[in-house]
């Protein structure tokens, strides 16, 4: 556990002990140990609020009908915190308690941070939970857009930042291969197959009109026209179908390969029709009282459970409907024995949430064992105008496009620029400027910066050796801790403070399904970093002080290197 979350904890118990004191003495109103409120501590907005804040006093006031400020006022009077660096404790506005601490505490952040290397931010919050999350999903019928790249790019990091916080997880991606889709996939691509061979067919109007298609066809028919042409049409649509996926899925994979994204599983909804899963599933609905017969379908009772309308499962024609597949799936991955599943959609599938939420309860399952992320639209822009067609597949612009252009860490690090549930605008330009303006540059810039330092420093001889990118300076024996307390500087004290909310930050970021947090906090060291470098003189500063700020310039290459990296996005020693 790293040392801030050490402290954090020791002084949350601090806190939640002066409760149970100050209920004890009759200070809250009576209420009994179980009524207290669980302690949490949070950073202040403002670093004038105090290194850390809790309501704990607020909500126990609100439980025992008190003023929360003099709850607050006993609370203190009962808080032995010992060993805990507190310097001062504030009353303020309604009952919120700021805890200020001595910055001595900061100076072992550096050297946690120098101590853990590679795996400081790593907590074991999560130990013995299995995680799933399912991104992108997307149809094989076409390219990766830009839509899906910021699915991959959430979903991912996402994925990195709850391993990092000690889950179990494992990635997954449900390849839409079944249902009335592909049919009519395969008709689009039987037209444009006769096409090639140079009759005069029409498109139907809801078929898959982009171009990459018609190019597939074209090869296929130059190389094996004869062989397709003598199958019956149903047959010849079935085998182009299944064709054309394999050849769009191993795009897709060769995209997201690009993009820095892998999955450990790739489930076909193939798969559900092939073994009986969705009957099955079907059964034991019918089987829990869950659905019933109207007009010809076979519904399920969603509403009983907070959906707006009850859902069918099978149409009057006895085909299962997508919701139907959507329910064997969810069931298989709770059978695969995840305490959590998180899928992340997009925008258009927000409506989705209650009636899958439903469908986890009708199966008896915890509706909250499901959690859905919703990504938003991305408005690409070039120099601030709207970019709209692909040369290529005649749809929105393609991620292979987009990566080729600006490179995979700048569309990376802009997809999770902003939360997921908002809407993000995406300037081409702006992705390839190498200035302060580029969010990822400035970001990149940083970690180089801070190598430039160190080489420099090897050549100033003041170090041996510059640190390997995998080393620190105080595990590879190059620097002594000692002068840490010099460490004094109004930005030396903010920059070690940020240092010290990593851990946490990837807890939180795992836990609210939310790794935007650690873009902004990879921005947020990194201009911490460049006003320490500006207002704090490092090399040709006396030596005990020159090799403290070295050391806290390592672990801040160290911290942003990690965050970078569960960002999926790479940390150059040069640039």
Same mark, same amino acid.
Request: proline share 5%; charged share 25%.
């Given at each position: 556990?790293?040392? /801030?979350?050490?402290?954090?904890? &020791?002084?949350? %118990?601090? *806190? $939640?002990? +002066? =409760?149970? #004191?100050?209920? !004890? @003495?009759?200070?809250?109103?009576?209420?009994?140990?179980?009524?207290?409120?669980?302690?949490?501590?949070?950073?202040?907005?403002?670093?004038?609020?105090?290194?850390?804040?809790?309501?704990?006093?607020?909500? /126990?006031?609100?439980?025992?009908? &008190?003023?929360? %400020?003099? *709850? $607050?006022? +006993? =609370?203190? #009077?009962?808080? !032995? @915190?010992?060993?805990?660096?507190?310097?001062?404790?504030?009353?303020?506005?309604?009952?919120?308690?700021?805890?200020?601490?001595?910055?001595?505490?900061?100076?072992?952040?550096?050297?946690?941070?120098?101590?853990?290397?590679?795996?400081?931010? &790593?907590?074991?919050?999560?130990?013995?939970?299995?995680?799933?999350?399912?991104?992108?999903?997307?149809?094989?019928?076409?390219?990766?857009?830009?839509?899906?790249?910021?699915?991959?790019?959430?979903?991912?990091?996402?994925?990195?930042?709850?391993?990092?916080?000690?889950?179990?997880?494992?990635?997954?991606?449900?390849?839409?291969?079944?249902?009335?889709?592909?049919?009519?996939?395969?008709?689009?691509?039987?037209?444009?197959?006769?096409?090639?061979?140079?009759?005069?067919?029409?498109?139907?109007?809801?078929?898959?009109?982009?171009?990459?298609?018609?190019?597939?066809?074209?090869?296929?028919?130059?190389?094996?026209?004869?062989?397709?042409?003598?199958?019956?049409?149903?047959?010849?649509?079935?085998?182009?179908?299944?064709?054309?996926?394999?050849?769009?899925?191993?795009?897709?994979?060769?995209?997201?390969?690009?993009?820095?994204?892998?999955?450990?599983?790739?489930?076909?909804?193939?798969?559900?029709?092939?073994?009986?899963?969705?009957?099955?599933?079907?059964?034991?609905?019918?089987?829990?009282?869950?659905?019933?017969?109207?007009?010809?379908?076979?519904?399920?009772?969603?509403?009983?459970?907070?959906?707006?309308?009850?859902?069918?499962?099978?149409?009057?024609?006895?085909?299962?409907?997508?919701?139907?597949?959507?329910?064997?799936?969810?069931?298989?991955?709770?059978?695969?024995?995840?305490?959590?599943?998180?899928?992340?959609?997009?925008?258009?599938?927000?409506?989705?949430?209650?009636?899958?939420?439903?469908?986890?309860?009708?199966?008896?399952?915890?509706?909250?064992?499901?959690?859905?992320?919703?990504?938003?639209?991305?408005?690409?822009?070039?120099?601030?105008?709207?970019?709209?067609?692909?040369?290529?597949?005649?749809?929105?612009?393609?991620?292979?496009?987009?990566?080729?252009?600006?490179?995979?860490?700048?569309?990376?690090?802009?997809?999770?620029?902003?939360?997921?549930?908002?809407?993000?605008?995406?300037?081409?330009?702006?992705?390839?400027?190498?200035?302060?303006?580029?969010?990822?540059?400035?970001?990149?810039?940083?970690?180089?910066?801070?190598?430039?330092?160190?080489?420099?420093?090897?050549?100033?001889?003041?170090?041996?050796?510059?640190?390997?990118?995998?080393?620190?300076?105080?595990?590879?024996?190059?620097?002594?801790?000692?002068?840490?307390?010099?460490?004094?500087?109004?930005?030396?004290?903010?920059?070690?403070?940020?240092?010290?909310?990593?851990?946490?930050?990837?807890?939180?970021?795992?836990?609210?399904?939310?790794?935007?947090?650690?873009?902004?906090?990879?921005?947020?060291?990194?201009?911490?970093?460049?006003?320490?470098?500006?207002?704090?003189?490092?090399?040709?500063?006396?030596?005990?002080?020159?090799?403290?700020?070295?050391?806290?310039?390592?672990?801040?290459?160290?911290?942003?290197?990690?965050?970078?990296?569960?960002?999926?996005?790479?940390?150059?020693?040069?640039?």
């Amino acid at each position: 556990m790293s040392v /801030a979350m050490e402290l954090k904890g &020791r002084l949350s %118990r601090a *806190v $939640a002990e +002066a =409760l149970r #004191r100050a209920a !004890a @003495a009759g200070e809250l109103g009576g209420l009994a140990p179980e009524e207290l409120p669980p302690v949490a501590l949070e950073v202040p907005r403002e670093r004038a609020h105090g290194d850390w804040s809790t309501n704990a006093a607020f909500l /126990a006031g609100r439980a025992a009908r &008190r003023d929360p %400020r003099q *709850v $607050a006022e +006993a =609370l203190l #009077r009962f808080l !032995a @915190a010992e060993g805990c660096y507190l310097q001062r404790v504030e009353v303020a506005g309604p009952g919120f308690i700021n805890f200020y601490l001595d910055p001595a505490w900061l100076r072992e952040v550096v050297r946690d941070v120098e101590r853990s290397g590679l795996s400081y931010g &790593r907590t074991e919050v999560g130990r013995g939970q299995r995680v799933q999350v399912e991104f992108v999903s997307a149809n094989p019928t076409g390219p990766l857009h830009i839509g899906h790249g910021r699915g991959a790019a959430v979903g991912s990091a996402l994925a990195s930042a709850l391993e990092w916080a000690g889950y179990e997880v494992s990635r997954e991606f449900y390849i839409n291969d079944a249902g009335n889709q592909i049919a009519r996939f395969g008709e689009s691509l039987d037209v444009r197959f006769r096409q090639a061979l140079g009759e005069k067919v029409e498109l139907p109007a809801d078929g898959y009109h982009g171009q990459d298609l018609a190019e597939l066809m074209r090869e296929l028919a130059e190389r094996e026209a004869d062989r397709y042409l003598r199958l019956p049409p149903a047959e010849r649509q079935e085998k182009l179908a299944a064709y054309a996926m394999a050849v769009k899925l191993e795009e897709i994979r060769r995209d997201l390969a690009a993009f820095g994204v892998a999955f450990d599983v790739w489930f076909p909804e193939s798969r559900l029709h092939a073994e009986g899963a969705i009957q099955r599933v079907l059964e034991l609905l019918r089987e829990r009282g869950m659905t019933y017969e109207q007009d010809g379908a076979l519904w399920l009772a969603t509403t009983r459970f907070g959906d707006d309308k009850d859902r069918v499962l099978v149409r009057q024609n006895g085909i299962p409907t997508y919701f139907a597949a959507d329910v064997a799936y969810h069931h298989n991955k709770m059978q695969r024995g995840f305490h959590q599943v998180i899928d992340v959609w997009g925008a258009d599938h927000h409506g989705y949430i209650p009636r899958m939420k439903a469908a986890m309860a009708a199966l008896g399952y915890d509706p909250a064992a499901l959690d859905v992320v919703i990504t938003q639209m991305v408005n690409l822009l070039r120099e601030g105008k709207p970019v709209v067609m692909s040369k290529r597949a005649g749809q929105l612009v393609t991620l292979a496009e987009v990566v080729a252009e600006v490179g995979r860490d700048a569309a990376r690090f802009l997809f999770l620029l902003r939360s997921a549930d908002s809407h993000l605008d995406f300037d081409l330009e702006l992705a390839k400027r190498q200035s302060d303006e580029n969010p990822v540059y400035y970001a990149q810039y940083a970690h180089a910066r801070i190598s430039s330092l160190l080489r420099q420093a090897a050549e100033a001889r003041v170090l041996e050796r510059p640190p390997a990118q995998e080393e620190t300076l105080l595990r590879a024996g190059l620097a002594a801790d000692e002068g840490l307390d010099r460490l004094t500087h109004p930005t030396e004290v903010e920059l070690c403070r940020l240092l010290a909310d990593f851990p946490e930050e990837v807890v939180l970021a795992a836990q609210r399904r939310e790794p935007h947090r650690l873009t902004r906090y990879v921005l947020d060291v990194a201009a911490a970093f460049h006003s320490f470098y500006t207002e704090c003189r490092v090399l040709g500063s006396e030596p005990p002080l020159e090799k403290a700020r070295l050391l806290l310039a390592d672990a801040t290459r160290v911290v942003l290197r990690n965050a970078l990296q569960i960002l999926g996005v790479r940390a150059p020693e040069r640039m």
